[in-house]
């Protein structure tokens, strides 16, 4: 039986579905792979549980996800420990083949990422902020090397970037399990053109606009998705957009084109002046905004379109925002909390090669992390 030892950052919903499928998994693994899964941390925001020679038992695991669920730290569990350095954490329990995996939402993970790969220990992903902040932090953590090939083209178009074999993956920090990342890197390794990228990229914002569509009020359906726990408990963090933008940006750079988060045009779904209010203040001033998409949503269907929120990679420019399409088109048949993304290429032209299904959720996204080390275990 070969052991791959994994270190956890994060034990949020994804993390904590992400250590139960492990446990879950363990006899199909062994059967299947001969392979056993070797936690030798899991670390949360200020606190950590170590056992860097034999791992965390499946008792132990298990006890950690009671925890967590419970709200309590695991600096206080009676196995953990303060922890105020990941790179420390990396340091002392990493070993030859380590799995690093970032289920966290913060960049704070950044140099503990960075030592990792200087140790060439591998990487997984669902944290989308170390990919989106500087390109040399995006190059690093990927492997994507700049040897030739990679940017801005002179006429803006991005070209595909020269990689090296990777030891990182980070299928989900786009479209959680749906294989959107492999499917990019397979088109540009196979030297077609990517000419368009395009698709809707958050559940929550497909759940509004479907909505529209079917002539409800903005107001109540945001009323009604931060009821049914689509949002984050401030729905601007969703109805902003940048989530959103930072996956186009993923993607953008997964073209080799060097830009940063700053370079997307993001139109978000709420004016400015709305920023400064509390959340309750701009869940009653939510109303006020009703007409306007009511008109837009009018305007669409009198030209035979839909309006979705969608993001769009083309021509060294990513814009993300409310944009108007056919209702016949993969993008405007969507409906509900699903996420689709086309592909625009020389060879997939004039019809798209599509991806869709569910683009969010705590399983769903642990799953996509799990096969992502499972495929690094087999990776030299």
Request: glycine share 12%; proline share 4%.
């Amino acid at each position: 039986m070969r052991s791959l030892p994994i270190i956890l950052f994060g034990v949020g919903g994804v993390g904590r579905a992400l250590l139960r499928q492990i446990v879950e998994q363990r006899s199909f693994h062994a059967l299947q792979y001969g392979l056993r899964l070797e936690l030798l941390a899991v670390c949360d925001s200020d606190g950590a549980v170590i056992e860097p020679s034999d791992g965390l038992d499946d008792v132990l695991i298990d006890e950690i996800i009671a925890a967590k669920e419970a709200g309590r730290r695991l600096a206080q569990h009676p196995a953990g420990g303060v922890q105020n350095d990941l790179y420390g954490i990396v340091d002392i329990a990493g070993r030859a083949g380590t799995v690093v995996v970032d289920c966290t939402a913060t960049d704070a993970t950044v140099p503990a990422l960075l030592f990792a790969r200087d140790q060439h220990y591998k990487i997984v992903l669902a944290n989308k902020k170390p990919l989106t902040i500087d390109q040399e932090v995006y190059d690093r953590l990927t492997s994507a090397g700049v040897t030739n090939g990679s940017g801005m083209g002179d006429n803006g178009e991005g070209l595909a970037p020269v990689r090296q074999l990777s030891h990182s993956r980070w299928e989900t920090t786009v479209g959680a399990g749906l294989p959107v990342i492999v499917t990019l890197n397979r088109l540009v390794s196979s030297g077609d053109e990517v000419k368009r990228i395009t698709g809707t990229f958050s559940g929550t914002l497909g759940f509004v606009m479907t909505g529209l569509q079917e002539g409800k009020p903005f107001s109540a359906i945001v009323r009604e998705a931060h009821r049914l726990g689509y949002t984050e408990p401030d729905p601007r963090d969703d109805l902003g957009g940048v989530d959103v933008a930072r996956k186009a940006l993923i993607l953008a750079r997964g073209l080799g084109w060097q830009l940063d988060l700053a370079n997307v045009e993001v139109q978000g779904l709420y004016p400015a002046d709305m920023d400064g209010l509390t959340v309750a203040e701009f869940m009653d001033a939510l109303p006020r905004l009703d007409d306007h998409f009511q008109a837009q949503v009018a305007e669409a269907a009198s030209t035979g379109k839909v309006l979705r929120f969608a993001a769009q990679v083309e021509d060294g420019v990513c814009r993300v925002g409310p944009t108007l399409v056919y209702g016949e088109s993969p993008l405007g048949r969507l409906s509900g909390t699903d996420n689709l993304v086309e592909f625009t290429t020389r060879w997939y032209n004039p019809n798209p090669l599509v991806v869709q299904g569910r683009g969010a959720g705590t399983d769903a996204t642990a799953a996509g992390v799990l096969s992502d080390i499972i495929e690094l275990a087999y990776t030299a």
